[in-house]
């Protein structure tokens, strides 16, 4: 690409069509990989984002310099597909950015006298279409999203992930594509040279998340600061899918086989009290609705240790459910962790 059409991207105020890649600066010399969300299978491997050696490579060291350090700055990182053909424009891919350098990661908008080498993994996911059209970036936000949707994916269809996208963008960005709607087109068009007063994100937790990707940190501790940035710990009718997947199993089942409900959390069992917190059976409409709200409410008035004391048996007179480090008590532990 020339540096006639990157300032010509740039002067719309967009990556018209390219994709720039950005902890807490520009990451250039970093590796591209696009795998097919659900598969894993790599569509596209081994291109590089645009680092000073590349830029120059390209356009010259008169180009480059002529630039000056600001606009420099604004051309590393970028990046743009050889063939987007290969892209279904439906399908959901995973873009992971691996290795590179942070060419400004104190902040200041000037190139730094020593690049900051990424020793993690950045990404972003993005359905064929938007790989196909370019102008988006893989930024922390997109991390974010990732790590707060990526336990999920198997149980998600491919609408219900674009609910749970469009659900965190409102906690990461505000309406950077002006649609007057703020969804996650905006949290993959957000760009921090571009857009930073568009973010809602809180900028110590964004820089928190950032800072554990370029370390390298272990990924259950890139989750942890990505899921400081948002209020709850799992996007929007997560639980109520993982209700509906496996948890109504376990509530279901014959008391003979650990089950809460029938003949007994039920209404008229010998464990069900006149409260908001009795569950209804699978034979009432949108039970997994009002299930998962009983024990969210339960969990948000009494504690997830109250319910899992009373499946071990502790002060249960229905005695033990599930032995705790069973494989019934742990899938009911980390649900409840969720609510």
């Known amino acids: 690409m020339k540096i006639a059409h990157y300032l010509l991207a740039f002067a719309s105020l967009g990556l018209v069509a390219c994709e720039q890649v950005q902890l807490n600066g520009p990451i250039g010399g970093a590796t591209i990989t696009v795998t097919e969300l659900r598969s894993d299978d790599s569509i596209v491997s081994g291109e590089m984002t645009d680092d000073p050696a590349?830029?120059?490579?390209?356009?010259?060291?008169?180009a480059y310099d002529d630039l000056g350090?600001?606009?420099?700055?604004?051309?590393?990182?970028?990046?743009?597909?050889?063939?987007?053909?290969?892209?279904?424009?439906?399908?959901?891919?995973?873009?992971?950015?691996?290795?590179?350098?942070?060419?400004?990661?104190?902040?200041?908008?000037?190139?730094?006298?020593?690049?900051?080498?990424?020793?993690g993994v950045v990404h972003a996911i993005v359905t064929g279409?938007?790989?196909k059209a370019s102008g988006f970036s893989v930024t922390p936000l997109t991390e974010a999203a990732y790590q707060q949707v990526k336990d999920y994916i198997a149980l998600l269809n491919d609408s219900q992930l674009q609910a749970a996208l469009d659900a965190l963008a409102p906690e990461l960005v505000g309406d950077v594509d002006a649609s007057e709607v703020v969804d996650y087109t905006d949290v993959i068009k957000w760009n921090p040279i571009l857009h930073a007063p568009l973010a809602v994100a809180d900028s110590a937790d964004v820089g928190a998340l950032a800072l554990s990707v370029t370390v390298g940190e272990p990924d259950d501790s890139v989750q942890a600061k990505a899921a400081a940035l948002f209020t709850d710990k799992a996007p929007a009718g997560v639980a109520e899918l993982i209700y509906a997947d496996s948890i109504s199993d376990i509530i279901d089942a014959p008391l003979g086989s650990g089950g809460c409900g029938v003949g007994c959390h039920y209404p008229g069992g010998s464990g069900a009290v006149a409260s908001d917190n009795d569950l209804v059976p699978t034979s009432t409409a949108d039970f997994v609705a009002l299930n998962t709200d009983n024990f969210r409410m339960l969990v948000e008035t009494k504690g997830?240790?109250?319910?899992?004391n009373k499946v071990a048996g502790i002060a249960h007179a229905g005695g033990v459910r599930h032995q705790p480090g069973s494989d019934a008590y742990e899938a009911l532990e980390d649900w409840l962790n969720l609510l």
């Open 304 to 308: 997830a240790a109250l319910v899992l």
């Open 54 to 62: 590349a830029i120059i490579a390209g356009q010259g060291q008169q």
């Open 69 to 119: 350090p600001v606009a420099q700055l604004w051309f590393l990182g970028l990046h743009t597909f050889t063939d987007s053909s290969v892209f279904v424009p439906t399908t959901w891919y995973l873009m992971s950015v691996s290795g590179g350098a942070d060419y400004d990661a104190d902040k200041n908008s000037v190139i730094d006298a020593q690049a900051t080498p990424v020793n």
């Open 129 to 131: 279409a938007q790989l």
